[in-house]
């Protein structure tokens, strides 16, 4: 298994910013798949989930409507859209799978793409 994130950056507050999620080596239609991050000082959390079809989406509170999650899987990719940035926003930014809707992460890690928000 291959997942390797794109897309981060140095961003003012307010702007936005599209991550992107490259698997391979996995069926990646039938995995459920989750946006992470951990800032620095802090515990890696869980900020956004989408079911294997991409029907169904679960966000943490802290990025509720200003994130979307969504997933193409004909790419084998999947996308985290950052709008309204805030410098709490900062940190570097993981894909994995994940085993339910707000399930566990599945496997290993990838290097991660950073978002830095400046204020």
Known sequence: VQLVESGGGL??????LTLSCAAS???FSIKAMGWYRQAPG????????????????N???SVKGRFTISRD????????????????????Y????????W????SSWGQGTQVT???
Not at 11 to 16: C, D, E, N, T, Y
Not at 103 to 106: D, I, N, P, Q
């Open 59 to 61: 966000y943490a509170d």
């Open 11 to 16: 961003v003012q507050a307010g702007g936005s």
């Open 25 to 27: 080596g996995i069926t």
């Open 103 to 106: 399930g566990r992460s599945l």
């Open 94 to 101: 993981y894909c994995n799978i994940i085993s339910g809707p």
């Open 42 to 57: 802090k515990k890696r959390e869980l900020v956004a989930t989408i079911t294997n079809g991409g029907t169904n989406t």
């Open 73 to 92: 899987n004909a790419k084998n990719t999947m996308y985290l859209q950052m709008n309204s940035l805030g410098p709490e926003d900062t940190a570097v």
């Open 117 to 119: 928000v400046s204020s």
